[in-house]
């Protein structure tokens, strides 16, 4: 039961020359749930943050006023929950029932309390063990509904959700909205910041748009802003409701095999498996969690020497993973699924020079090659940025750029979509097409069903791996 | 390479059960008093009581030997450093080693610190496989009044921890599908090995941080005072394991003055 009162607010980040908000008119009152929506830089995290009291005031100036109930957010912090994408950095303790119970300590519940709570919203939002289930034993999805636990555990008027699903696979994602909307009542306010628009709208029954400039452009019933507003968000990278994208499949027949596994398995982590990729075209390999899809991809990349059955690629009578680690990057480029861990230096430019100087191009090749890959990715504006300061978007872009430079013949993408707004989303798969209609051969691992849809030649389903068991929860 | 921090032991001995603040005060207690000496009598009897007490804790001696393997590489190193650097090399000439003279009065020398190694060490050992971190955190908070910031803040870095070790391995790959290997060059091995690690760090602090935010978030470190949902209880028995453990520590002491094998290390 929270209202929340912005007037003329607006945020600007320490060192930074733009403001992240501003000039924000905008009420919320008790039990409304508002999607937040707006492109990339709209400051929709950045609210969410001042609204849960965690911007200190000496990382910044702010201006204008914010309430909540008439209060401060600092002064206000009680009766505010926020949740974030990431279930790995929000997850405290050990074991499940303790995390829960983290909150209410720190804020005083009295100790008999505490348990009873804990046990209710476990219940609330479908935690399927027992409340000793250590915490690394949890999948993503079941560690971000712990995290809702513990979120809802304090009980908070105002529930703020900042991109919740975005780190989770399908299956994962369904089940936190479904937990969400179990778990909060009439009496609490929801505030959304979600890029997949069509799966939070059973959540909610207002929209509110941010104008990256500044101010709200569009406040109002979900039909009504989409009809008005539907076709300039999707510009803007939004995924807007009714999205299809038209298929992109190869012109002719894959031409020969690039690379081919043959009854390829790594022991507790993928079944034996016999795929081959051929110039030409795009491969997509499918299948829950845990079935080993990104230890395929390792395989196909050379990155991972299978415990049983062969790998071959490039007629080479060494399998990939015996390559030398330049040879390797001049035929398979590997993009993994989070993009900062293939960074190595500290500029754009150098991190897309590093390959080709290390196959031992020209001076002049190297430059030729950089600013071609600058220019293809849109990566210009950001030549001397820092990789590890990039949006979510720049990065996945930096990321293939960096496996293009050394011009590979094959293509492995790890989850290429995975989080992505509409324009990168678009952009991407663009740019694979190209690819592979100069004779590329790309394998991707991905949950996407629209990039399947959209672009996979070929699809392989892995199998499910072994049911995990779910027992009852039973009181400690 | 995967970290763990569970305990191995079986938790409901008699002394594993006891207050973990307790188990590693008495650590402490036990094996201060050992360092007062030098002579390989005192430390070999503190290594028989720790071996007695053993089966109470509920650890078996074979995990015992895998968390303690690290030492023995302490141990040749000790040895080696003795047996080349050593400067009194009194008593009976065993062998030489060119121009090293392994003498008796070496040995023995070398065998005392090794085994005071192992004396003083085991006892932290034993108490950390026997206790759960979660425990030790909230025993320290309640029982010790250490601060809440300073416990909970390190068991959550701590549970961060074992993560380290797949961040390790996915940055090591994507090195090397970038091109990077460090092939048979050892200047270019350890210079991989340095920024790879620089990369863990600035990922474990850009975790950290994001950790503390979530934390912060949820009302850890504000003004009200917490409360505790899992109490530690701090009995009897657990002051008689401090006292005990003081006074055992105490009587070897005395009994290695008493048959002349003390050697004050001042």
Redesign the interface.
Known sequence: MSDVQLRGFGWRHAGRRAWAVRGLDLEVRHGERVLLLGPSGAGKSTLLAAL?G?LPEDSGESEGTIRIDGLEPRKA??RV??L?Q?P????????SG?DV???????????GE??PR?SDVLDRVGFPYPINRP??ALSGGEAQRL?LA??LA?RPGLLLLDEPTANLDPPGAALIREAVGRATGPETTLIIVEHRVAEALPLVDRVVVLEPGGGVRADGAPEVIFAAYGDKLADEGVWVPGFHAPPLKAGSKARNDVVRATCAAVTGRLRPVSIAVGAGEVLAVTGPNGAGKSTLA?LL?G??APTSGRVEAFGDRRPPHRW???T???R???V?Q?P?????TSRVRDELA??PR??RRSPAEVDRIVTELLGRLRLDRLADANP?TLSGGEARRLSVA??LA?APRLLVLDEPTFGQDRRTWRELVDLLAGLRDEGHGIVAVTHDDAFVRTLADRTVPLGSPEPDPLPRRSRP | MTLSFAPVADPSAPLARRNPVAKAGAALLFSLPLIATMDPFTPAVALAVELIVLPFFGVRLGVLARRAAPLLLAAVGVLITMVLFAADRSGALLFSLGPVDVTTGVLSTAGALVLRIFAVALPGIVVFATTDPTDLADALVQNAKAPARFAIGALAALRLVPLLGDEWRSLSLARRARGIDAGRNPVAKVRLFASTAFALLVGALRRGVRLAVAMDARGFDADTPRTYARRQHFTAADTALLVLSLLVALLILAASAALGFFRPVV
């Open positions: 849960a965690l912090r009680e929950g926020i974030f990431d790995q950095t929000q997850i405290v303790m050990a074991r303790d119970a983290f909150g209410p300590e720190n804020r005083g519940v009295p100790a505490i348990w804990v915490t690394s995290a513990g979120v304090l390792l990349g990155l991972l030398r680690a330049t390797l990057a001049g398979i480029g590997s993994f989070n900062e861990h293939q960074f190595v590093l390959g290390r196959a590890y960096t496996a050394t």
